[in-house]
Protein backbone atom coordinates (compact mmCIF):
# COMPACT_ATOMS: atom_id res chain seq x y z
CA UNK A 1 0.00 0.00 0.00
CA UNK A 2 1.25 3.41 -0.59
CA UNK A 3 1.89 6.36 1.89
CA UNK A 4 -1.14 8.50 1.69
CA UNK A 5 0.48 12.24 -0.13
CA UNK A 6 -0.85 14.82 1.73
CA UNK A 7 -3.20 15.95 -0.82
CA UNK A 8 -5.21 12.67 -0.54
CA UNK A 9 -5.36 12.89 3.19
CA UNK A 10 -6.06 17.09 3.05
CA UNK A 11 -8.95 16.72 0.21
CA UNK A 12 -10.92 14.00 1.83
CA UNK A 13 -12.06 13.36 5.02
CA UNK A 14 -13.13 10.15 6.61
CA UNK A 15 -15.48 11.18 8.85
CA UNK A 16 -18.00 13.11 6.11
CA UNK A 17 -17.97 9.78 3.98
CA UNK A 18 -21.55 8.34 4.74
CA UNK A 19 -20.25 5.12 3.59
CA UNK A 20 -20.39 1.99 6.31
CA UNK A 21 -17.14 1.21 8.26
CA UNK A 22 -16.20 -1.43 5.61
CA UNK A 23 -16.82 0.92 2.86
CA UNK A 24 -15.27 3.41 4.68
CA UNK A 25 -11.85 1.54 5.38
CA UNK A 26 -12.24 0.24 1.47
CA UNK A 27 -12.44 3.77 0.02
CA UNK A 28 -9.16 4.75 2.10
CA UNK A 29 -7.19 1.97 0.43
CA UNK A 30 -8.34 2.78 -2.80
CA UNK A 31 -7.37 6.42 -1.98
CA UNK A 32 -4.14 4.96 -1.33
CA UNK A 33 -3.67 5.80 2.29
CA UNK A 34 -1.20 3.65 4.33
CA UNK A 35 -2.42 1.17 6.18
CA UNK A 36 -1.32 3.00 9.42
CA UNK A 37 -3.83 5.81 8.25
CA UNK A 38 -6.74 3.47 7.41
CA UNK A 39 -5.72 1.38 11.15
CA UNK A 40 -5.92 4.89 13.05
CA UNK A 41 -9.51 6.01 11.56
CA UNK A 42 -10.60 1.90 12.21
CA UNK A 43 -9.11 3.06 15.99
CA UNK A 44 -11.34 6.09 16.35
CA UNK A 45 -14.18 4.43 14.25
CA UNK A 46 -14.13 1.31 17.16
CA UNK A 47 -13.34 3.62 20.36
CA UNK A 48 -16.38 5.76 19.25
CA UNK A 49 -18.61 3.22 18.77
CA UNK A 50 -17.87 -0.03 21.11
CA UNK A 51 -15.03 0.93 23.22
CA UNK A 52 -13.34 -1.70 25.25
CA UNK A 53 -10.55 -4.35 24.77
CA UNK A 54 -11.29 -4.25 20.54
CA UNK A 55 -10.28 -0.70 20.27
CA UNK A 56 -7.47 -1.46 22.27
CA UNK A 57 -6.53 -4.44 20.06
CA UNK A 58 -6.94 -2.67 16.86
CA UNK A 59 -4.54 0.59 18.45
CA UNK A 60 -2.05 -1.88 19.84
CA UNK A 61 -2.04 -3.23 15.80
CA UNK A 62 -1.50 0.67 14.72
CA UNK A 63 1.07 1.31 16.70
CA UNK A 64 2.80 -1.58 15.47
CA UNK A 65 2.07 -0.97 12.02
CA UNK A 66 3.46 2.53 12.18
CA UNK A 67 6.54 1.14 13.86
CA UNK A 68 7.06 -1.47 11.49
CA UNK A 69 5.95 -1.58 7.65
CA UNK A 70 5.31 0.64 5.28
CA UNK A 71 9.20 2.16 6.04
CA UNK A 72 7.29 5.48 7.60
CA UNK A 73 9.28 7.18 10.17
CA UNK A 74 8.36 5.69 13.83
CA UNK A 75 6.60 7.93 16.19
CA UNK A 76 9.57 8.45 18.43
CA UNK A 77 13.19 7.06 17.35
CA UNK A 78 14.16 5.91 21.06
CA UNK A 79 12.14 2.51 20.41
CA UNK A 80 11.92 -0.08 17.88
CA UNK A 81 10.08 -3.56 17.27
CA UNK A 82 12.27 -6.38 16.30
CA UNK A 83 14.18 -3.85 14.06
CA UNK A 84 17.23 -6.04 12.35
CA UNK A 85 20.57 -4.87 13.44
CA UNK A 86 21.94 -4.41 10.10
CA UNK A 87 24.66 -7.55 11.33
CA UNK A 88 23.79 -9.68 13.89
CA UNK A 89 27.19 -11.35 13.70
CA UNK A 90 29.30 -11.10 16.80
CA UNK A 91 32.50 -10.58 15.93
CA UNK A 92 35.85 -11.46 18.06
CA UNK A 93 36.98 -14.60 19.79
CA UNK A 94 39.49 -13.01 22.01
CA UNK A 95 39.42 -14.31 25.35
CA UNK A 96 37.50 -11.56 27.00
CA UNK A 97 34.87 -11.72 23.98
CA UNK A 98 34.83 -15.57 24.73
CA UNK A 99 33.76 -14.92 28.06
CA UNK A 100 30.98 -12.43 27.70
CA UNK A 101 29.46 -15.05 24.83
CA UNK A 102 29.52 -17.48 27.22
CA UNK A 103 27.70 -15.77 29.82
CA UNK A 104 25.52 -14.91 27.03
CA UNK A 105 25.21 -18.58 26.17
CA UNK A 106 24.40 -19.38 30.12
CA UNK A 107 21.68 -16.74 30.47
CA UNK A 108 19.53 -16.62 27.37
CA UNK A 109 17.63 -19.79 28.09
CA UNK A 110 16.56 -18.27 31.03
CA UNK A 111 13.68 -15.72 31.77
CA UNK A 112 16.24 -13.66 34.37
CA UNK A 113 17.03 -9.81 34.06
CA UNK A 114 20.54 -9.36 32.55
CA UNK A 115 22.46 -6.11 33.36
CA UNK A 116 24.96 -5.16 30.52
CA UNK A 117 27.03 -2.78 31.28
CA UNK A 118 30.41 -1.38 28.97
CA UNK A 119 31.33 1.73 27.30
CA UNK A 120 29.79 3.68 24.40
CA UNK A 121 29.43 1.41 21.24
CA UNK A 122 31.13 -1.68 23.07
CA UNK A 123 28.22 -3.68 21.29
CA UNK A 124 25.75 -3.40 24.36
CA UNK A 125 22.72 -3.50 22.21
CA UNK A 126 24.27 -5.98 19.91
CA UNK A 127 24.84 -8.73 22.79
CA UNK A 128 21.19 -8.22 24.00
CA UNK A 129 19.46 -9.19 20.80
CA UNK A 130 22.48 -12.44 21.03
CA UNK A 131 20.66 -13.34 24.29
CA UNK A 132 16.68 -12.68 22.79
CA UNK A 133 17.53 -14.41 19.77
CA UNK A 134 18.83 -17.58 21.71
CA UNK A 135 16.45 -17.62 23.64
CA UNK A 136 12.51 -19.50 24.12
CA UNK A 137 11.24 -15.86 23.39
CA UNK A 138 13.25 -15.44 19.89
CA UNK A 139 10.11 -15.50 18.01
CA UNK A 140 8.36 -12.99 20.23
CA UNK A 141 8.94 -9.22 19.91
CA UNK A 142 12.19 -7.55 21.05
CA UNK A 143 11.09 -4.06 21.51
CA UNK A 144 13.78 -1.32 22.60
CA UNK A 145 13.68 2.06 24.38
CA UNK A 146 16.58 4.73 25.42
CA UNK A 147 15.29 6.10 28.61
CA UNK A 148 18.09 9.19 27.47
CA UNK A 149 16.22 9.46 24.34
CA UNK A 150 12.76 10.26 25.99
CA UNK A 151 12.17 13.39 27.58
CA UNK A 152 11.15 12.60 31.37
CA UNK A 153 7.66 13.83 31.44
CA UNK A 154 7.18 11.36 28.96
CA UNK A 155 9.14 7.95 29.63
CA UNK A 156 6.12 6.97 31.81
CA UNK A 157 3.69 6.82 28.97
CA UNK A 158 6.32 5.35 26.66
CA UNK A 159 7.16 2.23 29.16
CA UNK A 160 3.31 1.83 30.65
CA UNK A 161 1.01 3.69 28.07
CA UNK A 162 -2.11 5.60 28.64
CA UNK A 163 -5.34 5.74 28.62
CA UNK A 164 -7.16 8.43 26.01
CA UNK A 165 -7.17 12.06 28.02
CA UNK A 166 -4.56 10.83 30.55
CA UNK A 167 -2.79 13.88 30.22
CA UNK A 168 -3.24 16.90 27.39
CA UNK A 169 -2.23 15.24 24.20
CA UNK A 170 -3.07 11.76 24.88
CA UNK A 171 -5.96 11.64 22.18
CA UNK A 172 -6.33 8.23 22.15
CA UNK A 173 -4.98 5.37 23.82
CA UNK A 174 -1.79 3.73 23.59
CA UNK A 175 -0.05 0.72 24.72
CA UNK A 176 3.41 1.36 26.31
CA UNK A 177 6.81 -0.75 25.64
CA UNK A 178 5.56 -3.24 28.33
CA UNK A 179 2.71 -4.51 26.59
CA UNK A 180 4.62 -4.10 22.78
CA UNK A 181 7.08 -6.65 24.68
CA UNK A 182 4.75 -8.99 26.08
CA UNK A 183 5.91 -12.47 25.65
CA UNK A 184 9.11 -11.68 23.84
CA UNK A 185 12.17 -9.38 25.57
CA UNK A 186 12.41 -5.40 26.64
CA UNK A 187 15.32 -3.73 25.57
CA UNK A 188 15.76 -0.51 28.41
CA UNK A 189 19.06 1.25 27.40
CA UNK A 190 20.88 4.02 29.17
CA UNK A 191 18.94 2.66 32.43
CA UNK A 192 20.82 5.05 34.19
CA UNK A 193 18.82 7.88 33.13
CA UNK A 194 15.34 6.33 34.34
CA UNK A 195 14.13 9.11 36.66
CA UNK A 196 14.23 8.66 40.46
CA UNK A 197 10.47 8.94 40.60
CA UNK A 198 10.12 6.34 37.83
CA UNK A 199 11.90 3.93 39.22
CA UNK A 200 9.58 2.24 41.51
CA UNK A 201 7.27 1.75 39.52
CA UNK A 202 9.33 -0.28 37.16
CA UNK A 203 10.84 -2.22 40.39
CA UNK A 204 7.03 -2.99 40.28
CA UNK A 205 6.40 -4.52 36.61
CA UNK A 206 9.88 -6.52 37.01
CA UNK A 207 8.68 -8.23 40.65
CA UNK A 208 5.07 -8.72 39.67
CA UNK A 209 5.00 -8.45 36.14
CA UNK A 210 1.86 -5.88 36.71
CA UNK A 211 1.06 -2.26 36.21
CA UNK A 212 -1.52 0.48 35.19
CA UNK A 213 -1.87 2.42 32.24
CA UNK A 214 -1.56 6.41 32.67
CA UNK A 215 -5.30 7.39 33.52
CA UNK A 216 -6.19 3.95 34.10
CA UNK A 217 -7.15 1.91 37.68
CA UNK A 218 -7.20 -1.35 35.60
CA UNK A 219 -4.04 -3.45 36.17
CA UNK A 220 -2.07 -5.17 33.04
CA UNK A 221 -0.56 -8.02 33.40
CA UNK A 222 2.48 -9.03 31.15
CA UNK A 223 5.51 -11.82 30.72
CA UNK A 224 8.31 -9.71 29.57
CA UNK A 225 12.03 -10.74 30.02
CA UNK A 226 13.58 -7.42 30.55
CA UNK A 227 17.57 -6.49 29.56
CA UNK A 228 19.05 -3.21 30.68
CA UNK A 229 22.59 -1.81 29.55
CA UNK A 230 23.88 1.45 30.76
CA UNK A 231 27.52 2.90 30.35
CA UNK A 232 27.28 4.41 33.87
CA UNK A 233 28.47 3.29 37.21
CA UNK A 234 25.20 2.25 38.70
CA UNK A 235 26.89 1.27 42.37
CA UNK A 236 28.31 4.79 42.39
CA UNK A 237 24.80 6.37 41.65
CA UNK A 238 23.51 4.10 44.41
CA UNK A 239 26.17 5.28 46.67
CA UNK A 240 25.04 8.85 45.97
CA UNK A 241 21.23 8.54 45.89
CA UNK A 242 20.50 9.06 41.96
CA UNK A 243 19.68 5.52 41.85
CA UNK A 244 17.33 3.05 43.84
CA UNK A 245 19.36 0.57 45.56
CA UNK A 246 15.86 -2.12 45.57
CA UNK A 247 16.31 -1.71 41.52
CA UNK A 248 19.45 -1.81 41.39
CA UNK A 249 19.62 -5.22 43.07
CA UNK A 250 16.26 -6.46 41.13
CA UNK A 251 18.63 -5.61 37.83
CA UNK A 252 21.75 -6.67 38.40
CA UNK A 253 20.61 -10.29 38.93
CA UNK A 254 23.32 -11.22 35.86
CA UNK A 255 25.49 -8.70 34.84
CA UNK A 256 27.56 -8.49 32.05
CA UNK A 257 30.22 -6.28 31.80
CA UNK A 258 31.78 -5.51 27.97
CA UNK A 259 35.14 -4.50 28.24
CA UNK A 260 35.97 -1.50 25.71
CA UNK A 261 37.70 -2.38 22.82
CA UNK A 262 41.38 -1.06 23.97
CA UNK A 263 41.43 -4.27 26.38
CA UNK A 264 40.97 -6.65 23.40
CA UNK A 265 43.04 -5.37 20.57
CA UNK A 266 42.89 -8.78 19.94
CA UNK A 267 39.79 -8.46 18.09
CA UNK A 268 40.46 -5.54 16.18
CA UNK A 269 41.92 -7.23 13.29
CA UNK A 270 38.74 -9.36 12.62
CA UNK A 271 36.52 -6.51 13.01
CA UNK A 272 38.25 -4.46 10.44
CA UNK A 273 38.39 -7.41 8.31
CA UNK A 274 34.51 -7.98 9.14
CA UNK A 275 33.66 -3.74 8.50
CA UNK A 276 35.76 -4.08 5.45
CA UNK A 277 33.76 -6.91 4.15
CA UNK A 278 30.17 -5.69 5.26
CA UNK A 279 30.76 -2.01 3.52
CA UNK A 280 32.06 -3.30 0.48
CA UNK A 281 29.18 -5.36 0.26
CA UNK A 282 26.74 -2.60 0.83
CA UNK A 283 28.49 0.13 -1.58
CA UNK A 284 29.01 -2.66 -3.91
CA UNK A 285 32.77 -2.14 -4.50
CA UNK A 286 36.15 -4.50 -4.49
CA UNK A 287 38.88 -3.81 -2.03
CA UNK A 288 42.04 -4.72 -1.16
CA UNK A 289 43.29 -6.54 1.92
CA UNK A 290 43.81 -4.69 4.41
CA UNK A 291 48.29 -4.37 4.80
CA UNK A 292 49.48 -6.47 7.80
CA UNK A 293 51.09 -2.43 9.12
CA UNK A 294 48.08 -0.77 8.56
CA UNK A 295 46.46 -3.46 10.84
CA UNK A 296 49.39 -3.10 13.07
CA UNK A 297 48.45 0.99 13.16
CA UNK A 298 45.00 0.44 13.51
CA UNK A 299 45.34 -2.09 16.57
CA UNK A 300 47.26 -0.06 18.12
CA UNK A 301 45.29 3.13 18.29
CA UNK A 302 42.79 3.93 21.49
CA UNK A 303 39.15 3.40 20.30
CA UNK A 304 37.79 5.94 22.40
CA UNK A 305 34.53 5.03 20.53
CA UNK A 306 34.88 1.54 20.61
CA UNK A 307 33.50 -0.59 17.86
CA UNK A 308 31.29 2.40 16.70
CA UNK A 309 34.24 4.43 16.17
CA UNK A 310 36.07 1.28 14.45
CA UNK A 311 32.99 0.70 11.82
CA UNK A 312 32.83 4.52 10.83
CA UNK A 313 36.49 4.52 10.33
CA UNK A 314 36.11 1.48 8.02
CA UNK A 315 32.66 2.98 6.37
CA UNK A 316 34.62 6.22 5.75
CA UNK A 317 37.78 4.31 4.08
CA UNK A 318 35.12 2.36 2.01
CA UNK A 319 33.56 5.38 0.90
CA UNK A 320 36.71 7.23 -0.11
CA UNK A 321 38.70 4.12 -1.40
CA UNK A 322 40.12 4.88 -4.64
CA UNK A 323 41.04 2.11 -7.27
CA UNK A 324 39.95 -0.24 -4.21
CA UNK A 325 42.68 1.06 -1.78
CA UNK A 326 41.17 2.11 1.31
CA UNK A 327 42.99 4.97 3.50
CA UNK A 328 41.68 4.79 7.59
CA UNK A 329 41.66 8.59 8.93
CA UNK A 330 42.77 8.12 12.56
CA UNK A 331 42.64 10.96 15.25
CA UNK A 332 45.71 11.73 16.65
CA UNK A 333 47.36 13.34 19.31
CA UNK A 334 46.23 13.99 22.97
CA UNK A 335 44.35 12.03 25.55
CA UNK A 336 41.48 10.06 24.59
CA UNK A 337 38.60 12.66 25.28
CA UNK A 338 40.41 15.29 23.23
CA UNK A 339 41.86 13.15 20.53
CA UNK A 340 38.75 14.01 17.75
CA UNK A 341 40.02 17.36 17.23
CA UNK A 342 43.68 17.24 17.11
CA UNK A 343 43.93 16.37 13.17
CA UNK A 344 44.56 12.79 11.78
CA UNK A 345 46.93 10.30 10.46
CA UNK A 346 45.81 8.54 7.42
CA UNK A 347 46.68 4.92 7.05
CA UNK A 348 46.71 3.37 3.81
CA UNK A 349 45.10 0.20 3.81
CA UNK A 350 47.62 -1.97 1.18
CA UNK A 351 51.07 -0.55 0.29
CA UNK A 352 51.18 2.83 -1.65
CA UNK A 353 52.62 2.42 -4.77
CA UNK A 354 55.24 5.28 -5.69
CA UNK A 355 56.30 6.65 -9.22
CA UNK A 356 60.41 6.74 -9.82
CA UNK A 357 60.31 10.20 -8.76
CA UNK A 358 58.72 9.67 -5.74
CA UNK A 359 60.61 6.90 -4.59
CA UNK A 360 63.66 8.79 -5.57
CA UNK A 361 62.59 11.78 -2.94
CA UNK A 362 61.37 9.47 -0.12
CA UNK A 363 65.27 7.86 -0.34
CA UNK A 364 66.30 10.99 0.05
CA UNK A 365 64.29 11.63 2.76
CA UNK A 366 65.28 8.36 4.58
CA UNK A 367 69.03 10.05 3.73
CA UNK A 368 68.35 12.93 5.45
CA UNK A 369 66.52 11.58 8.53
CA UNK A 370 69.27 9.26 8.71
CA UNK A 371 72.03 11.93 8.67
CA UNK A 372 70.38 14.12 10.97
CA UNK A 373 69.94 11.91 13.76
CA UNK A 374 73.74 10.91 13.56
CA UNK A 375 74.51 14.39 13.25
CA UNK A 376 75.94 13.78 10.03
CA UNK A 377 78.58 10.96 10.87
CA UNK A 378 78.63 8.66 8.25
CA UNK A 379 80.72 5.96 9.66
CA UNK A 380 81.13 3.92 13.13
CA UNK A 381 78.44 2.02 15.02
CA UNK A 382 76.68 5.77 15.63
CA UNK A 383 76.82 6.05 12.00
CA UNK A 384 74.03 7.17 8.87
CA UNK A 385 75.15 3.91 7.04
CA UNK A 386 74.59 1.28 10.13
CA UNK A 387 71.36 2.82 10.84
CA UNK A 388 70.54 2.90 6.91
CA UNK A 389 71.82 -0.67 6.98
CA UNK A 390 74.14 -0.33 4.05
CA UNK A 391 78.14 -0.01 3.87
CA UNK A 392 79.61 3.55 4.42
CA UNK A 393 80.65 3.25 1.13
CA UNK A 394 77.34 2.58 -0.71
CA UNK A 395 76.23 5.60 1.13
CA UNK A 396 78.57 8.05 0.10
CA UNK A 397 78.18 6.61 -3.55
CA UNK A 398 74.56 7.17 -3.28
CA UNK A 399 74.89 10.55 -1.85
CA UNK A 400 77.21 11.33 -4.64
CA UNK A 401 74.36 9.91 -7.26
CA UNK A 402 72.12 12.80 -5.82
CA UNK A 403 75.13 15.44 -6.62
CA UNK A 404 75.94 15.98 -2.67
CA UNK A 405 79.26 16.25 -1.32
CA UNK A 406 79.77 13.89 1.67
CA UNK A 407 82.23 16.53 3.38
CA UNK A 408 79.16 18.74 4.15
CA UNK A 409 77.33 16.29 6.18
CA UNK A 410 75.59 18.18 8.89
CA UNK A 411 74.38 20.72 6.47
CA UNK A 412 73.93 17.92 3.94
CA UNK A 413 71.00 17.00 5.95
CA UNK A 414 69.33 19.83 5.35
CA UNK A 415 69.61 20.18 2.00
CA UNK A 416 68.42 16.49 1.40
CA UNK A 417 65.23 17.72 3.48
CA UNK A 418 64.51 20.58 1.75
CA UNK A 419 64.27 18.80 -1.70
N1 LIG B 1 31.65 -7.70 18.56
C1 LIG B 1 31.06 -7.05 17.55
N2 LIG B 1 31.02 -7.60 16.33
C2 LIG B 1 30.44 -6.95 15.29
N3 LIG B 1 29.86 -5.76 15.37
C3 LIG B 1 29.87 -5.15 16.57
C4 LIG B 1 30.46 -5.76 17.72
N4 LIG B 1 30.30 -4.93 18.77
C5 LIG B 1 29.65 -3.86 18.31
N5 LIG B 1 29.37 -3.98 17.00
C6 LIG B 1 28.69 -3.00 16.14
O1 LIG B 1 29.08 -1.71 16.61
C7 LIG B 1 27.98 -0.82 16.63
C8 LIG B 1 27.74 -0.32 18.05
O2 LIG B 1 27.22 -1.41 18.84
P1 LIG B 1 26.01 -1.21 19.87
O3 LIG B 1 24.99 -0.25 19.35
O4 LIG B 1 25.53 -2.56 20.26
O5 LIG B 1 26.84 -0.51 21.05
P2 LIG B 1 26.32 0.07 22.43
O6 LIG B 1 27.25 -0.40 23.47
O7 LIG B 1 24.86 -0.24 22.59
O8 LIG B 1 26.52 1.64 22.18
P3 LIG B 1 25.86 2.87 23.02
O9 LIG B 1 26.41 2.82 24.39
O10 LIG B 1 26.36 4.07 22.27
O11 LIG B 1 24.37 2.69 22.95
C9 LIG B 1 26.81 -1.58 16.04
O12 LIG B 1 26.75 -1.31 14.66
C10 LIG B 1 27.17 -3.03 16.28
O13 LIG B 1 26.56 -3.87 15.34
MG1 LIG C 1 23.21 1.11 22.80
Request: hydrophobic share 40%.
Amino acid sequence: MRAPSNTATQEWDPRSSCVSPEGRILEMAARGMSLSHVLDDLCRLVEEQAPGVLASVLAELAHVTRLTTLGQPAPSTAHEVNQPSGSSDIVGDGEAMRRVLEAVATVAPTDSTVLIGGETGTGKELIARAIHDRSRRRSRPFVTLNCAAIPSGLLESELFGHERGAFTGAVARRVGRFELANGGTLFLDEIGDIPLELQPKLLRVLQEQAFERLGSTQTVRVGVRLIAATNLDLAAMVADKRFRNDLYYRLNVFPIAIPPLRDRREDIPALVNHFVRLYAGRLNRRVEPVSPSALKTLTEYDWPGNVRELANVVERASITARDGDLRFDLPVGGDRNESAGRGAISVAASPEILSEAEMRQQERRNMAAALRRTHGKIYGDDGAARLLGVKPTTLLSRLARLGLKPTRQVPLAADLAAT
